[in-house]
Structures are given as structure tokens and as C-alpha cells.
């Protein structure tokens, strides 16, 4: 079993900048990709960035040129730039690995002045 826990959000203003971090435990068996999702009220979750386990990344256009997605062993990053009201959303850290697929509990992240 995996546990994935985030941290990291927050309140910004528009244009400001913030983190959020994601650490998973347990035991990863072959891991296959690590991501990013959000769900803003009254929206699906939506894919934000994705890392596979060779380093190949994938961003959602809405945030291309703004979030940096990163990872360090089993720990997994997202930076956020030039954030928008529309960026505002609980932010869910998303692991896949051979034996099944797990959430974190999801950190809120709000953009506002």
C-alpha cells in the first residue's frame, strides 16, 4: 500500500507564486507515473502535469509556461508562476505504479487578491 501526503498550498495573489510538495511512502511496486490533478467546485478532476518514470513530462495546456512539475525519488513537486484565478482548486497528488493507482488527501490552493 502507498500513502501520499501533500503540502504546500495556500493563499496567493493573482501573479504570485507557490509550491506544493508530495511525499509517498509505503511500498511502490515499479512505478510507473507520478502527477498532479485539481478539482476546483463544481468542475471534474482534471490532469495538471504528469511525470512518467523515465522523466517524461506532460503539462495541461491551461498551465504550460507556468507550472514546473518535478520529482525526487518518491517525493514529487509542483511549481506554480504567474498563478490566475482560475488556477484556484484542491490540488491532488496522483501515483501509478504496476499493482494499482492512489491519492493524496489534496492541498487547497487559492488565487485571489
Known amino acids: 500500500q502507498v500513502q501520499l501526503v501533500e503540502s504546500g498550498g495556500g493563499l496567493v495573489p493573482p501573479g504570485g507564486s507557490l509550491s506544493v510538495s508530495c511525499t509517498a511512502s509505503?511500498?511502490?511496486?515499479?512505478?510507473?507515473?507520478m502527477a498532479w490533478y485539481r478539482q476546483a467546485p463544481g468542475n471534474e478532476r482534471e490532469l495538471v502535469a504528469s511525470i512518467n518514470s523515465g522523466g517524461a513530462i506532460n503539462y495541461a495546456d491551461s498551465v504550460k509556461g507556468r507550472f514546473t512539475i518535478s520529482r525526487d525519488n518518491a517525493n514529487l513537486y509542483l511549481q506554480m508562476n504567474n498563478l490566475r484565478a482560475e488556477d484556484t482548486a484542491v490540488y491532488y497528488c496522483?501515483?501509478?505504479?504496476?499493482?494499482?493507482?492512489?491519492w493524496g488527501q489534496g492541498t487547497q490552493v487559492t488565487v485571489s487578491s
Open positions: 509505503g511500498s511502490i511496486f515499479r512505478l510507473i507515473q
Open positions: 496522483n501515483l501509478i505504479d504496476a499493482r494499482s493507482r492512489y
